[in-house]
């Protein structure tokens, strides 16, 4: 049984690990309450859908601009000390959001100026925390660490919106937003209680037993702390070197830019499945609900060697599961039902339990990847390459399918994304045919 399920040892092991799990895992909860919040306001104050819609730009400028730049300010400075200035600009902002919606100001522009640099912290924050767990996390433990990650990542994507209705309903946005903020004090609390972890010096990352590059063990000491352009710069040169490491980043855009289904839950909500939120709610949460269990029984897959091909089975799994979801959506038809459609609606949550649990998957040995075959000098640089392609790639996946929907139907839509994702992603892998055989237990670092 313990071969089956989430390896949980390396909370035992490593005190500092169990505290920023923790700390992340509850703090996650209040951002996807503030996530919602700031939306159902804003609709609240403009009666626009249009006006929601932009929070989403407002966040995504800042996220790209100082994804990059926050990767260099990783690369050059303490990370325990980044990641404690970029959260507690956070924590500010919740606070403010919460001082907003007490006051009664109904502000857009304050909305959104608030959500922006909300998403410019979390740009900076993101990169320096994953770049912290190699750090305090054995190499050989990184994967169940990052399963850890993700388990509690997705239940707060599944009980975050929950919970903020609750609390939008009960207490109105200024105590959605204050629960936030105090949700936000554990995160703060395990990052002040870390060590400092300060640059590691260029080539000074020594193998291990394993014959992997050490994760945990760097010299470090006074660092060229080169930041802005042409750290930026190097970065992006240093990726250039680094095949592997540059097809997790690709595979991940093939799934996420052509076959990412969210944009079409709300139209399915009403002219397919009816329901409406409900139905939404619905799909939205079978998908967490999947990654989450995914998570939890991820004990063998953890311990394989061969990620680079778990990957590629992973992402092929997605494809396929978007792929049925989109037949069931066609079989349904677009009849504007006046109840909800249960025997639809829930094999469609199935397809999408599986589709989360192989995004859940996915998404673990990509970050695993790019943590043990990244120098630790570079980590920084490539995780806010990360936040990029995480950020952007769904996004433009939501225009994507957004269009094909004009076109063929929400049904049809899935179904050709599905497709599509499934053939991009295998002319990559015969593009770059090494990857399916990337072996972590042969993983060296380049300097």
């Known amino acids: 049984m313990a071969s089956i399920f989430v390896d949980t040892s390396i909370l035992r092991s490593s005190p500092a690990f169990a505290r920023l799990w923790w700390g992340l895992g509850v703090s996650n909860i209040g951002a996807q309450i503030t996530v919602v919040a700031v939306g159902l306001e804003m609709y609240a104050i403009t009666g626009s859908t249009l006006s929601v819609g932009m929070i989403g730009l407002a966040a995504l400028i800042p996220l790209v601009v100082l994804g990059l730049y926050g990767g260099a300010l990783v690369d050059a400075y303490d990370r325990r000390r980044i990641a404690l200035i970029a959260s507690s600009v956070l924590w500010v902002t919740s606070a403010l959001l919460a001082v907003q919606a007490f006051v009664g100001l109904e502000s857009t522009g304050v909305l959104y100026t608030l959500v922006a640099v909300q998403s410019a912290a979390f740009a900076v924050n993101n990169p320096a925390r994953q770049a912290i767990v190699p750090r305090i996390v054995p190499a050989q433990k990184i994967p169940a660490a990052n399963s850890l990650m993700t388990i509690t990542w997705n239940a707060a994507l599944f009980g975050g919106p929950l919970l903020a209705a ?5 207490g109105g946005y200024g105590v959605a937003y204050t629960v936030d903020a105090v949700l936000f004090t ?18 000074r990352e020594g193998p291990d037993s394993g014959g992997q590059a050490s994760c945990a063990q760097v010299s470090t000491g006074p660092a060229r702390r080169v930041v802005g352009v042409r750290a930026i710069l190097d970065g992006l040169v240093y990726l250039r070197t680094q095949p592997d490491v540059r097809m997790t980043f690709l595979a991940d855009l093939a799934a996420m830019i052509l076959a990412s289904p969210r944009v079409l839950f709300p139209a399915l909500g009403v002219i397919v499945l009816g329901g409406a939120e409900t139905t939404v709610g619905v799909l939205t949460a079978a998908f967490a609900v999947g990654a989450m269990s995914a998570g939890l029984l991820s004990g063998a897959l953890t311990v394989m060697h061969r990620q680079g091909l778990i990957i590629a089975v992973a992402i092929t799994a997605w494809g396929m599961s978007i792929v049925a979801f989109g037949a069931l959506m066609v079989a349904a038809g677009r009849t504007s039902p006046d109840s909800i459609q249960w025997g639809f609606l829930l094999a469609g949550a199935c397809a999408l339990f599986m589709a989360g649990a192989s995004d859940a998957i996915s998404a673990v040995f990509r970050q695993t990847i790019l943590q043990t075959a990244t120098p630790d000098h570079m980590r920084g640089r490539l995780q806010g390459v990360f936040i990029v392609v995480v950020a952007g790639g769904p996004r433009l996946g939501d225009m994507w399918l957004g269009t094909q929907a004009q076109w063929f139907g929400e049904g049809w839509a899935a179904v050709v994304g599905g497709v599509a994702c499934i053939i991009v992603l295998w ?13 972590a237990r042969t993983v060296t670092q380049a300097t």
């Open 166 to 170: 609750l609390l939008v309903n009960w």
């Open 186 to 203: 554990f995160a703060l609390w395990a990052l002040v209680r870390l060590p400092d972890i300060p640059p590691a010096l260029p080539g």
């Open 427 to 439: 002319v990559l892998m015969a593009w770059y045919p090494r990857f399916l055989t990337y072996d």
